[in-house]
Structure formats: C-alpha cells, structure tokens
C-alpha cells in the first residue's frame, strides 16, 4: 500500500534539514528519510571536528614563538596524542548532539529511518514501504574518494570518515590531495608532532588558480611539510604494516594514508533512471542553481549531492531553495550569493567573488599588498601573507579577491559583503580603516587600484573624491 505525502526529502544532512524547516511552513504532509548516520557530515567529520583538531595545532605552536617574546618553557611542552583526539571527539559528539536535539530526535511518523529508490519520478521504496510524493527533494549529500586498489590497504588508508575516530595520532602519514581538507588536516596534524609528507598531481593546492598568491601559499605551507606537486601518488607495501607512497621520483614510507581527492555523489543506490534522472559526465543531474529543480521533473536536488557548491552555507541556502519549491504550486528562482571560500590552514587561504581564472584580465585592475610589514601582523608573529583585489576596469565595481593571511576568514567575510553589495573601490576606500588591526591590509590594495585608474574624472561628483 502506497503512502502519500506532498513532499518527501531524502537525506537529513544539513541541506535536508534546511530544506524541511522550509516545507513544514507550507505543509504537515512530509517525510524524511535516511538510512544513514545521523548528525550532518559537518559536525560529524567535517567543519567542526577539523576546526577543532586545528585549534588544538594552533595553541602548541604558538609556543615557538614564546623565545622571542620572553616567555620561557616553551620547549618543555608536549603533545598526548590521545587526549588530543579525546578532546577532538569530545567536541565533536557535543555538535552532533546538537544537531540531532533540534532536528530528528523530537520527529515522530515524519522521520524514516531507511535507504530510499525510486520506482519512478513520484514514488520510493524505502525498506517495505512505499511513499509516493507530488515532490521530492534529493539532499543525499557525497562520499569521500578512494580508488578501489588503495581499499585494499584496510584502516591504514583513511578518509575523513575515519581519521577522527583515530584513538592515537600516528607517527607518520602521508596526505594524497591538497585541496581544503588535505592542507586543513595535515598541517595540524604535522605541528602536533606526526611527520606528514603532501601529495598533489596539481600544480597549485588550496584550490589557489591565482599564481602570485599560488606560489606564496606554497612557499609558507611547504616550511611545514614538504609538498610534492604535479605527480600522481601511488601506494603499495613496505613491510612492517606500512605503507611506501610515490609521487614521481620521490617515495615515503608511512604508518598510514590520508586521502583527501574529492568526493562522490550518493546517488547511484537511489536508482535515479527510473525517476527519469540523466546523470552529466560529472555523475549529477543538469538542475537550475536558481531553483534547485532538476530539468522539468517534479524533483530538486540540494547540498553536496550537487557537487557545485560544497560548503555548509552553501547547503543550506540550497536547501531552504529546494524547501521552499518542493512545497510551492510554482518555483521560485533565487539569486545566489557572491561565493566566497576559506581553507583553515595557517595562513588561511580565502577566495572571494570571481575566481582569477574567471577573469577578463584586459578588462580587470588588481591591486595586491604584502603583509610583511602591516604593524598588527608583526605584533602577532604572523606577518606573512598576501591580499589580491580584483576591480571592474570601467567601473571601479569590486569583482573579488585572493587572500593568503592570519585571520583572513574575517577579511574574506567582510570583502564578500562589499562585493555582495556591488560596491566600487571607491565607495571602499571612504571607509574608516582603524589601526592597528589586520584589516588595514585592505587599504593598500583599495588605493593602489585608485592610483591605476581614472575613475575620478567625470565618473564620480566631487563629494566622492578620495581622501
């Protein structure tokens, strides 16, 4: 026997979550389903378990600089890599509980707990029962990548779902990927003491395309741990239970394997041909950002099931678009936000608005400041780093920005307002820059660009002259 519902959500990550707190509003005839661990891939193994195991690598640090500060004992410090990922796991089952008190724990009929497949477009199975809805939204979320041969190297190759279920830190580990996660977790781990070697078949890591600030990233993170760029990695037995990683010429012997290449869609379990679904080259359906709908079909797909946008913010804002549709006689299209990026490494790596390699580079000015001697920077110990502005040619509009800097989560946020809001350099650079702080390094750049321009005669009334 069919059960019917309005709308059915699979998948209660966080995008499904965001897309339910949409569709109860318009509708008590709803279901979501999962089959399965609860408690979002962000505070399970991903934004918060990382963060934490980052801040933990950033206080032990800080000790290297104690000699030049006076401060004496430093090198006396050392690292329990036990109650390290203790500390780690302890905060990470304190978000989940979370996450889970103000979403499924309380959820009565509503909540199915199960693997769904279509049967067609309007109808799943879920374990014996069958729920057919008018719409469905598809927030099944992605799977860590593992090439098949490496599986076979057991709990001694990890990915995000393993590695902070460790009960100790290995001594050694290789990172195969450098993209956010890669350089988040293995420059944390290399500072509390486990000997990590970086691998990349790219050229450029951090998902850094802007070369100035490519090769400065490079340069910085690679005096924590070497960094071995342009060649694949392959991994084969050493003996004694490790592994020996190769890259090129070059080879590692390791007590384990971090692999952080991407990650997949769970999609091909949903049987998504007999709703009508054709999967891309990229192994997802073509849908509207806008919407969220996939082609005409009476479904829509959110969160990092999509492969597009895989951020938190990004998910929810997927969600509560899919949400609000899947409940709605007629979709509504949305303008998406200015993107905006951040990779926690030390210094954090922030891509805001337009992407360098998505620039008309005739028709675009960039400004760009060192931060090797901005006054709060030298203070802190932490004055490396670089600040890239990208400004409409004709008319001074702010297109975006790479940053390589401490702290460079708050520049980035307060660059992707600016660039949200279509502001111009202009408009900017009448701001109040307070002293000493970090955000001064925006100044600089915001004047450079002036002085490349001739905004200022006959764009702009005189009121805007620039002081």
Request: aromatic share 4%; proline share 5%.
């Amino acid at each position: 026997m069919e059960e019917k519902v309005d709308v059915a959500i699979i998948g209660a990550g966080s995008a499904g979550l965001y897309a339910l707190a949409q569709v109860v509003r318009t509708t008590d005839s709803y279901v979501l389903i999962d089959g399965g661990e609860l408690g979002t891939t962000c505070a399970r193994v991903g934004c918060m378990p990382s963060k934490a195991l980052i801040q933990v690598a950033e206080d032990f640090h800080r000790r290297k600089l104690f000699p030049r500060e006076g401060i004496e004992g430093g090198d006396g410090l050392t690292v329990s890599g036990g109650d390290v990922m203790e500390h780690v796991q302890g905060l990470r089952d304190i978000f989940v509980d979370k996450v889970l008190s103000t979403s499924t724990d309380d959820m009565g009929d509503e909540f199915i707990e199960g693997h769904a497949r279509f049967l067609d477009r309007n109808l799943l199975q879920v374990g014996e029962r069958r729920i057919r809805a008018k719409r469905i939204v598809i927030a099944t979320g992605s799977s860590p990548i593992v090439p098949g041969g490496w599986k076979a190297f057991g709990d001694r190759v990890l990915t995000t779902d393993e590695i902070f279920e460790l009960e100790e830190l290995p001594q050694s580990l290789a990172v195969i990927g450098l993209g956010v996660i890669g350089l988040e977790l293995g420059q944390a781990l290399q500072r509390l003491g486990v000997e990590i070697t970086g691998i990349d078949q790219l050229e450029t890591i951090g998902n850094i395309d802007d070369p100035d600030v490519n090769a400065l990233a490079q340069q910085l993170i690679g005096k924590d741990m070497p960094l071995w760029l342009g060649h694949p990695a392959s991994i084969e037995e050493a003996g004694d239970g490790r592994l020996k990683v190769s890259a090129g010429e070059r080879s590692v012997t390791v007590d384990k394997v971090l692999v952080a290449i991407g990650r997949a869609p769970n999609l091909s379990g949903l049987d998504p041909d007999k709703a009508g679904i054709t999967l891309n080259a990229g192994g997802v359906p073509d849908f509207d950002p806008t919407t969220m709908q996939i082609g005409e079909l009476p479904l829509f797909i959110a969160g990092d099931v999509t492969m597009d946008r895989q951020l938190l913010h990004e998910a929810a804002d997927e969600g509560r678009i899919a949400g609000i549709n899947a409940a709605a006689d007629k979709p509504v299209a949305f303008r998406r936000k200015t993107p905006l990026t951040i990779t926690f490494s030390d210094p954090n790596i922030v891509m805001v608005g337009k992407r360098y390699s998505e620039l008309d580079l005739d028709n675009t000015l960039i400004g760009s400041v060192s931060l090797g001697m901005l006054g709060r920077a030298l203070i802190m110990g932490r004055n490396k780093g670089m600040l890239r502005l990208y400004a409409d040619k004709a008319h001074g509009r702010l297109l975006g920005a790479s940053i390589l800097a401490p702290h460079g989560e708050h520049l980035g946020h307060l660059l992707n307002w600016c660039t949200e809001q279509r502001l111009t350099i202009l408009q900017m650079v009448r701001m109040p820059f307070y002293h000493p702080v970090l955000e001064e390094a925006i100044q600089p750049v915001l004047r450079d660009l002036v002085r490349q321009s001739d905004w200022h005669t006959g764009l702009y009334p005189p009121d805007l002259e620039v002081l």
